[in-house]
Protein backbone atom coordinates (compact mmCIF):
# COMPACT_ATOMS: atom_id res chain seq x y z
CA UNK A 1 0.00 0.00 0.00
CA UNK A 2 1.29 3.45 -0.84
CA UNK A 3 0.37 6.18 2.18
CA UNK A 4 0.55 10.16 1.86
CA UNK A 5 2.89 12.32 3.91
CA UNK A 6 -0.05 12.01 6.45
CA UNK A 7 1.46 8.62 7.36
CA UNK A 8 4.57 9.35 8.78
CA UNK A 9 3.03 10.99 11.38
CA UNK A 10 1.94 7.65 13.02
CA UNK A 11 4.53 5.34 12.14
CA UNK A 12 7.68 7.51 13.70
CA UNK A 13 7.49 4.91 16.67
CA UNK A 14 6.31 7.97 18.94
CA UNK A 15 6.64 7.43 22.66
CA UNK A 16 2.53 8.01 23.58
CA UNK A 17 2.32 4.60 20.88
CA UNK A 18 4.90 2.58 22.60
CA UNK A 19 3.09 3.65 26.47
CA UNK A 20 0.04 2.97 25.45
CA UNK A 21 1.11 -0.48 23.69
CA UNK A 22 3.03 -1.55 26.74
CA UNK A 23 -0.14 -1.30 28.68
CA UNK A 24 -2.31 -2.90 26.81
CA UNK A 25 0.11 -6.12 26.32
CA UNK A 26 0.73 -5.97 30.39
CA UNK A 27 -3.05 -6.25 30.73
CA UNK A 28 -3.11 -9.49 28.59
CA UNK A 29 0.63 -10.97 29.35
CA UNK A 30 0.76 -14.79 30.65
CA UNK A 31 4.46 -13.20 32.35
CA UNK A 32 3.84 -11.12 35.37
CA UNK A 33 4.48 -7.78 34.83
CA UNK A 34 5.00 -4.66 37.16
CA UNK A 35 3.22 -1.99 34.98
CA UNK A 36 4.88 1.15 36.73
CA UNK A 37 4.70 2.67 32.89
CA UNK A 38 1.79 3.54 31.83
CA UNK A 39 -1.11 6.67 33.17
CA UNK A 40 -3.73 3.69 34.11
CA UNK A 41 -5.26 5.25 37.26
CA UNK A 42 -5.40 3.01 40.39
CA UNK A 43 -8.67 0.60 41.77
CA UNK A 44 -10.14 3.07 44.22
CA UNK A 45 -12.72 1.04 45.79
CA UNK A 46 -15.16 3.90 46.80
CA UNK A 47 -14.92 5.42 42.69
CA UNK A 48 -15.61 1.90 41.56
CA UNK A 49 -18.79 1.71 43.93
CA UNK A 50 -19.62 5.27 43.12
CA UNK A 51 -19.40 4.70 39.10
CA UNK A 52 -21.50 1.03 39.62
CA UNK A 53 -23.97 3.11 42.01
CA UNK A 54 -24.76 5.60 39.22
CA UNK A 55 -25.24 3.19 36.41
CA UNK A 56 -27.53 1.45 38.34
CA UNK A 57 -29.31 4.32 38.10
CA UNK A 58 -29.24 5.08 34.90
CA UNK A 59 -30.79 1.75 34.03
CA UNK A 60 -33.61 2.36 36.26
CA UNK A 61 -34.43 6.10 35.31
CA UNK A 62 -36.84 5.47 32.48
CA UNK A 63 -35.38 5.40 29.06
CA UNK A 64 -31.92 6.80 30.45
CA UNK A 65 -29.78 4.02 29.32
CA UNK A 66 -31.40 3.27 26.23
CA UNK A 67 -30.98 6.59 25.04
CA UNK A 68 -27.62 6.99 26.16
CA UNK A 69 -27.21 3.90 24.30
CA UNK A 70 -29.36 4.57 21.34
CA UNK A 71 -28.46 8.36 19.79
CA UNK A 72 -26.00 10.12 19.14
CA UNK A 73 -24.89 13.36 21.05
CA UNK A 74 -24.77 16.50 19.58
CA UNK A 75 -21.68 17.51 18.59
CA UNK A 76 -20.52 19.60 21.60
CA UNK A 77 -21.80 17.23 24.17
CA UNK A 78 -24.65 16.37 25.92
CA UNK A 79 -26.22 20.44 26.56
CA UNK A 80 -27.87 18.91 30.24
CA UNK A 81 -24.50 17.79 31.04
CA UNK A 82 -22.64 21.03 30.40
CA UNK A 83 -25.24 22.90 31.64
CA UNK A 84 -24.87 21.05 34.95
CA UNK A 85 -21.23 21.76 34.78
CA UNK A 86 -21.60 25.16 34.00
CA UNK A 87 -23.39 25.52 37.43
CA UNK A 88 -20.87 23.53 39.81
CA UNK A 89 -18.12 25.88 37.89
CA UNK A 90 -19.76 28.77 38.46
CA UNK A 91 -21.39 28.02 42.19
CA UNK A 92 -17.76 26.94 43.33
CA UNK A 93 -15.55 28.92 41.84
CA UNK A 94 -16.88 32.18 40.84
CA UNK A 95 -15.97 31.61 37.29
CA UNK A 96 -18.54 33.10 34.70
CA UNK A 97 -18.92 30.07 32.76
CA UNK A 98 -22.03 29.01 30.77
CA UNK A 99 -22.97 25.34 28.85
CA UNK A 100 -21.43 27.53 25.23
CA UNK A 101 -18.08 27.53 27.45
CA UNK A 102 -17.86 24.07 27.63
CA UNK A 103 -17.42 21.08 24.67
CA UNK A 104 -16.72 17.30 25.61
CA UNK A 105 -14.12 15.65 23.51
CA UNK A 106 -13.48 11.87 23.08
CA UNK A 107 -10.85 11.95 25.78
CA UNK A 108 -8.82 15.31 26.72
CA UNK A 109 -5.54 13.81 24.22
CA UNK A 110 -7.87 14.25 21.43
CA UNK A 111 -8.79 17.78 22.59
CA UNK A 112 -4.81 18.07 22.18
CA UNK A 113 -4.49 17.24 18.86
CA UNK A 114 -7.01 20.16 17.83
CA UNK A 115 -5.90 23.05 20.23
CA UNK A 116 -2.12 22.61 19.19
CA UNK A 117 -2.82 22.46 15.71
CA UNK A 118 -5.51 25.29 16.11
CA UNK A 119 -2.70 27.86 17.45
CA UNK A 120 0.42 26.46 16.16
CA UNK A 121 1.90 25.76 12.32
CA UNK A 122 1.33 27.84 9.99
CA UNK A 123 -1.08 30.69 9.58
CA UNK A 124 -2.59 32.83 7.47
CA UNK A 125 -0.47 35.75 7.11
CA UNK A 126 2.79 33.23 6.44
CA UNK A 127 4.09 32.51 10.02
CA UNK A 128 4.66 29.32 11.39
CA UNK A 129 3.60 29.48 14.91
CA UNK A 130 4.74 26.95 18.27
CA UNK A 131 3.03 26.24 21.59
CA UNK A 132 4.69 27.28 23.85
CA UNK A 133 6.38 24.80 26.83
CA UNK A 134 7.01 26.80 29.51
CA UNK A 135 8.92 23.83 31.72
CA UNK A 136 9.51 20.39 30.34
CA UNK A 137 9.58 17.71 31.01
CA UNK A 138 5.93 17.87 29.65
CA UNK A 139 3.16 15.19 28.59
CA UNK A 140 4.61 12.43 26.32
CA UNK A 141 1.12 12.70 24.61
CA UNK A 142 1.72 16.11 23.66
CA UNK A 143 4.90 15.40 21.10
CA UNK A 144 3.61 14.18 17.93
CA UNK A 145 0.07 15.58 17.18
CA UNK A 146 1.32 18.33 15.48
CA UNK A 147 0.38 17.88 11.94
CA UNK A 148 2.34 20.66 10.54
CA UNK A 149 6.05 19.44 8.79
CA UNK A 150 8.03 22.02 11.04
CA UNK A 151 8.50 21.71 14.94
CA UNK A 152 5.19 23.00 16.90
CA UNK A 153 7.15 23.29 20.07
CA UNK A 154 9.40 25.78 21.94
CA UNK A 155 10.22 24.42 24.94
CA UNK A 156 12.20 25.86 28.23
CA UNK A 157 14.21 23.87 30.27
CA UNK A 158 13.58 23.91 33.78
CA UNK A 159 15.42 25.90 36.74
CA UNK A 160 16.65 22.76 39.12
CA UNK A 161 16.27 23.22 42.95
CA UNK A 162 17.94 20.43 44.98
CA UNK A 163 15.45 20.64 48.15
CA UNK A 164 17.15 18.03 50.34
CA UNK A 165 19.60 14.75 50.17
CA UNK A 166 16.60 13.39 48.16
CA UNK A 167 14.36 15.52 46.94
CA UNK A 168 14.44 18.30 44.20
CA UNK A 169 11.72 20.20 42.22
CA UNK A 170 11.88 22.34 38.50
CA UNK A 171 10.74 25.50 38.75
CA UNK A 172 9.79 27.97 35.35
CA UNK A 173 12.88 29.51 34.13
CA UNK A 174 11.25 33.22 33.52
CA UNK A 175 14.47 34.35 31.95
CA UNK A 176 14.61 31.52 29.46
CA UNK A 177 10.83 32.62 28.21
CA UNK A 178 10.84 34.44 25.30
CA UNK A 179 7.60 35.06 23.85
CA UNK A 180 7.39 36.70 20.71
CA UNK A 181 4.82 36.90 17.95
CA UNK A 182 6.07 32.81 16.76
CA UNK A 183 4.53 31.56 19.92
CA UNK A 184 0.85 31.05 19.36
CA UNK A 185 -0.28 29.37 22.61
CA UNK A 186 1.53 28.18 25.95
CA UNK A 187 0.60 25.17 27.59
CA UNK A 188 1.34 23.59 31.12
CA UNK A 189 0.14 20.59 32.78
CA UNK A 190 -0.93 21.06 36.26
CA UNK A 191 0.14 19.04 37.67
CA UNK A 192 2.42 17.67 35.82
CA UNK A 193 2.78 14.74 34.14
CA UNK A 194 5.71 13.22 34.43
CA UNK A 195 7.19 14.76 37.30
CA UNK A 196 4.26 15.29 39.70
CA UNK A 197 5.19 19.12 39.86
CA UNK A 198 2.41 21.63 40.47
CA UNK A 199 3.13 24.73 39.22
CA UNK A 200 2.59 27.43 41.99
CA UNK A 201 -0.42 29.95 42.22
CA UNK A 202 2.34 32.95 41.19
CA UNK A 203 3.98 30.92 38.48
CA UNK A 204 0.59 30.17 37.14
CA UNK A 205 -0.11 34.12 37.25
CA UNK A 206 2.50 34.81 35.67
CA UNK A 207 2.22 32.47 32.43
CA UNK A 208 -1.45 34.16 33.01
CA UNK A 209 -0.43 37.68 32.35
CA UNK A 210 2.10 36.84 30.04
CA UNK A 211 -0.91 35.17 27.92
CA UNK A 212 -2.84 37.65 28.04
CA UNK A 213 -0.14 40.53 27.86
CA UNK A 214 0.63 39.02 23.97
CA UNK A 215 -3.46 38.23 23.50
CA UNK A 216 -2.79 33.97 22.92
CA UNK A 217 -4.43 31.69 25.22
CA UNK A 218 -3.20 29.65 28.20
CA UNK A 219 -3.85 26.26 28.31
CA UNK A 220 -3.73 24.48 31.28
CA UNK A 221 -4.06 20.17 31.08
CA UNK A 222 -5.56 19.46 34.09
CA UNK A 223 -5.91 15.90 33.69
CA UNK A 224 -4.66 15.60 37.12
CA UNK A 225 -5.70 18.48 38.43
CA UNK A 226 -8.25 21.54 39.29
CA UNK A 227 -11.00 21.03 39.83
CA UNK A 228 -11.15 17.46 39.48
CA UNK A 229 -9.89 14.82 39.86
CA UNK A 230 -8.13 17.27 41.80
CA UNK A 231 -5.03 15.01 42.77
CA UNK A 232 -2.79 17.98 43.88
CA UNK A 233 -1.40 17.69 47.70
CA UNK A 234 -0.51 20.90 48.45
CA UNK A 235 -2.33 24.39 48.13
CA UNK A 236 -2.66 25.15 44.37
CA UNK A 237 -6.06 27.23 43.70
CA UNK A 238 -8.17 26.50 40.23
CA UNK A 239 -8.19 29.32 37.87
CA UNK A 240 -9.89 29.88 34.58
CA UNK A 241 -10.96 33.25 32.72
CA UNK A 242 -11.75 33.75 29.19
CA UNK A 243 -8.48 33.72 28.02
CA UNK A 244 -7.23 30.25 29.70
CA UNK A 245 -8.77 26.96 27.87
CA UNK A 246 -8.83 24.56 30.88
CA UNK A 247 -8.91 20.77 29.67
CA UNK A 248 -10.08 18.48 32.07
CA UNK A 249 -10.47 14.44 31.91
CA UNK A 250 -12.77 11.90 33.29
CA UNK A 251 -10.15 9.69 33.25
CA UNK A 252 -8.16 9.86 36.40
CA UNK A 253 -11.26 9.75 38.64
CA UNK A 254 -11.12 6.28 37.21
CA UNK A 255 -12.56 6.13 34.10
CA UNK A 256 -10.05 5.99 31.39
CA UNK A 257 -12.32 3.39 29.38
CA UNK A 258 -15.21 6.07 28.94
CA UNK A 259 -12.83 8.42 27.31
CA UNK A 260 -14.17 11.62 28.20
CA UNK A 261 -12.75 15.19 28.03
CA UNK A 262 -14.15 18.52 28.83
CA UNK A 263 -12.64 21.63 27.59
CA UNK A 264 -13.74 25.14 29.11
CA UNK A 265 -13.01 27.60 26.86
CA UNK A 266 -14.05 31.14 25.40
CA UNK A 267 -17.01 30.22 23.21
CA UNK A 268 -15.69 30.76 19.83
CA UNK A 269 -12.85 28.33 20.64
CA UNK A 270 -15.50 25.92 21.64
CA UNK A 271 -17.51 26.61 18.32
CA UNK A 272 -14.23 25.48 16.55
CA UNK A 273 -13.63 22.49 19.13
CA UNK A 274 -17.32 21.60 18.33
CA UNK A 275 -16.91 21.62 14.54
CA UNK A 276 -13.64 19.36 14.71
CA UNK A 277 -16.14 16.98 16.94
CA UNK A 278 -18.61 17.06 14.23
CA UNK A 279 -15.73 16.20 11.28
CA UNK A 280 -13.37 13.86 12.78
CA UNK A 281 -16.10 11.95 15.30
CA UNK A 282 -19.39 12.73 14.63
CA UNK A 283 -20.07 13.55 18.49
CA UNK A 284 -18.34 12.69 21.67
CA UNK A 285 -19.24 9.56 23.31
CA UNK A 286 -22.51 9.93 25.42
CA UNK A 287 -21.13 7.65 28.27
CA UNK A 288 -19.23 9.50 30.59
CA UNK A 289 -21.23 12.50 30.88
CA UNK A 290 -24.68 10.44 31.14
CA UNK A 291 -22.53 8.55 33.99
CA UNK A 292 -21.75 11.60 36.22
CA UNK A 293 -24.58 14.01 35.46
CA UNK A 294 -26.32 13.30 38.99
CA UNK A 295 -22.76 13.56 40.97
CA UNK A 296 -22.20 16.74 39.04
CA UNK A 297 -25.44 18.28 40.26
CA UNK A 298 -24.96 17.04 43.40
CA UNK A 299 -21.42 18.61 43.65
CA UNK A 300 -20.18 15.14 45.04
CA UNK A 301 -17.69 14.95 41.92
CA UNK A 302 -15.71 17.82 44.08
CA UNK A 303 -15.48 16.03 47.34
CA UNK A 304 -15.35 12.37 46.42
CA UNK A 305 -11.93 14.17 44.24
CA UNK A 306 -10.94 16.31 47.61
CA UNK A 307 -12.44 13.14 49.95
CA UNK A 308 -11.50 10.13 48.22
CA UNK A 309 -9.02 10.50 45.47
CA UNK A 310 -6.52 12.75 46.31
CA UNK A 311 -5.92 10.88 49.58
CA UNK A 312 -5.55 7.99 48.30
CA UNK A 313 -3.00 9.03 45.81
CA UNK A 314 -1.35 10.77 48.26
CA UNK A 315 -1.01 8.15 50.76
CA UNK A 316 0.48 6.15 47.80
CA UNK A 317 2.86 8.70 46.77
CA UNK A 318 4.32 8.39 50.45
CA UNK A 319 4.47 4.48 50.14
CA UNK A 320 6.45 4.66 46.77
CA UNK A 321 9.15 6.83 48.38
CA UNK A 322 9.40 5.26 51.64
CA UNK A 323 10.14 1.77 49.11
CA UNK A 324 12.93 4.25 47.20
CA UNK A 325 14.60 5.06 50.69
CA UNK A 326 14.56 1.56 51.63
CA UNK A 327 15.75 0.31 48.01
CA UNK A 328 18.20 3.02 47.16
CA UNK A 329 20.01 4.25 49.91
CA UNK A 330 23.58 3.95 48.27
CA UNK A 331 22.41 4.89 44.90
CA UNK A 332 22.28 8.92 43.57
CA UNK A 333 18.69 8.87 43.30
CA UNK A 334 16.78 12.08 43.93
CA UNK A 335 12.91 12.51 43.63
CA UNK A 336 10.99 15.31 42.56
CA UNK A 337 8.82 16.67 44.98
CA UNK A 338 5.70 14.91 44.61
CA UNK A 339 2.87 17.55 45.01
CA UNK A 340 0.64 15.76 42.52
CA UNK A 341 -0.55 13.35 39.48
CA UNK A 342 -0.03 9.50 39.61
CA UNK A 343 4.61 9.39 39.19
CA UNK A 344 7.52 9.83 40.61
CA UNK A 345 10.12 11.12 38.31
CA UNK A 346 13.71 9.58 39.38
CA UNK A 347 16.78 11.03 38.80
CA UNK A 348 20.09 9.00 38.37
CA UNK A 349 22.43 11.79 38.17
CA UNK A 350 25.42 10.54 36.50
CA UNK A 351 23.93 7.42 35.32
CA UNK A 352 26.29 5.93 32.88
CA UNK A 353 23.21 4.36 30.78
CA UNK A 354 20.60 6.44 28.95
CA UNK A 355 16.93 6.26 30.50
CA UNK A 356 16.29 4.60 27.27
CA UNK A 357 18.73 1.64 28.16
CA UNK A 358 17.72 1.40 31.43
CA UNK A 359 13.95 1.05 30.76
CA UNK A 360 14.86 -1.44 27.97
CA UNK A 361 17.03 -3.79 31.02
CA UNK A 362 13.69 -3.38 33.10
CA UNK A 363 11.21 -4.69 30.29
CA UNK A 364 13.49 -7.69 29.98
CA UNK A 365 12.76 -8.05 34.06
CA UNK A 366 8.97 -8.11 33.53
CA UNK A 367 9.08 -3.70 34.89
CA UNK A 368 7.67 -1.01 32.69
CA UNK A 369 8.65 2.20 33.18
CA UNK A 370 8.93 5.51 30.84
CA UNK A 371 12.16 6.92 29.79
CA UNK A 372 12.18 10.46 30.48
CA UNK A 373 14.04 11.34 27.51
CA UNK A 374 10.23 11.24 25.77
CA UNK A 375 8.92 13.85 28.21
CA UNK A 376 10.98 16.75 26.68
CA UNK A 377 8.78 17.90 23.25
CA UNK A 378 10.55 20.65 21.79
CA UNK A 379 14.29 19.57 23.63
CA UNK A 380 14.96 16.63 21.46
CA UNK A 381 17.61 18.10 19.59
CA UNK A 382 18.76 18.63 22.94
CA UNK A 383 21.62 16.99 24.33
CA UNK A 384 21.11 18.28 27.77
CA UNK A 385 22.17 14.97 29.77
CA UNK A 386 19.37 15.17 32.93
CA UNK A 387 16.61 14.01 29.63
CA UNK A 388 18.23 10.34 29.49
CA UNK A 389 19.01 10.60 33.41
CA UNK A 390 15.22 10.11 34.57
CA UNK A 391 12.22 8.04 34.37
CA UNK A 392 8.95 7.88 35.44
CA UNK A 393 7.34 5.52 37.51
CA UNK A 394 3.38 5.56 38.13
CA UNK A 395 2.53 4.35 41.95
CA UNK A 396 -1.20 3.54 40.74
CA UNK A 397 -0.65 0.05 39.93
CA UNK A 398 -1.21 -2.58 42.88
CA UNK A 399 1.07 -2.20 46.12
CA UNK A 400 2.96 -5.13 45.33
CA UNK A 401 4.02 -4.69 42.18
CA UNK A 402 5.07 -1.54 42.78
CA UNK A 403 7.04 -2.84 45.73
CA UNK A 404 8.54 -5.38 43.50
CA UNK A 405 9.07 -2.92 40.85
CA UNK A 406 11.14 -0.53 43.26
CA UNK A 407 13.11 -3.27 43.87
CA UNK A 408 14.37 -4.38 40.40
CA UNK A 409 14.99 -0.80 39.38
CA UNK A 410 17.37 -0.46 42.42
CA UNK A 411 18.74 -3.71 40.92
CA UNK A 412 18.88 -2.68 37.12
CA UNK A 413 20.38 0.94 38.64
CA UNK A 414 22.86 -0.14 40.85
CA UNK A 415 24.36 -2.69 38.15
CA UNK A 416 24.61 -0.33 35.54
CA UNK A 417 26.60 2.02 37.94
CA UNK A 418 29.25 -0.93 39.43
CA UNK A 419 29.74 -2.38 35.99
CA UNK A 420 31.23 1.07 35.19
CA UNK A 421 32.95 1.28 39.21
CA UNK A 422 33.99 -2.56 38.06
CA UNK A 423 35.99 -1.43 34.61
CA UNK A 424 37.03 2.08 36.09
CA UNK A 425 38.33 1.73 39.75
CA UNK A 426 35.60 -0.50 41.24
CA UNK A 427 35.33 1.51 44.33
CA UNK A 428 31.90 2.49 46.01
CA UNK A 429 33.28 6.11 45.55
CA UNK A 430 33.63 5.91 41.75
CA UNK A 431 29.64 5.72 42.11
CA UNK A 432 29.75 9.08 43.93
CA UNK A 433 32.38 10.53 41.14
CA UNK A 434 30.30 9.02 38.15
CA UNK A 435 26.98 10.78 39.97
CA UNK A 436 28.41 14.30 40.33
C1 LIG B 1 -1.17 15.26 31.42
C2 LIG B 1 -2.14 14.47 30.62
N1 LIG B 1 -2.97 15.13 29.79
C3 LIG B 1 -3.87 14.49 29.04
C4 LIG B 1 -4.00 13.12 29.10
C5 LIG B 1 -5.02 12.45 28.23
O1 LIG B 1 -5.98 11.80 29.00
P1 LIG B 1 -7.37 11.29 28.42
O2 LIG B 1 -7.29 11.29 26.92
O3 LIG B 1 -7.54 9.93 28.99
O4 LIG B 1 -8.40 12.26 28.91
C6 LIG B 1 -3.18 12.38 29.94
C7 LIG B 1 -3.28 10.92 30.01
O5 LIG B 1 -2.64 10.23 30.74
C8 LIG B 1 -2.23 13.08 30.72
O6 LIG B 1 -1.40 12.43 31.53
Redesign the pocket.
Known amino acids: MEFSNFSKQFNSGSGILRLMDDLGQAEHSEQPVSMLG ?2 NPATIEAMEQTFRREMERLMSDGRKFEQMLGNYDSPQGDLPFRELLAELLTSQFNWEVSAKNIAI ?8 GVLFNLFSGEFADGTHKHILLPMTP ?5 ADVGLSDKPIFKSIKPRIERLDDLHFKYRVDFDEIDCGDDIGAICV ?1 R ?4 TGNVITDNELERLRSLAADKEIPLII ?1 G ?2 GLPFPGIIFNQATPVWDNNIVL ?6 LGL ?1 GV ?3 IIVAAPELIELVTGANAIFTLAPGRFGPSLISEITRSGELLSLSQKVVKPYYQERSHKAITLIKKEMPDLPVRVHVSEG ?1 IFLWLWFEGMPISSEELYQRLKARGVLVIAGEHFFPGLIENDWRHTKECIRVSYAAKEQDVADGIAIIAEEVRSAYQHVANSDAGTAETIDRIAS
Request: hydrophobic residues 25%; neutral net charge; charged residues 10%.
Open positions: GGTNGSQSAFEYIGYSPTNPDAYCLSLSKPRAGA
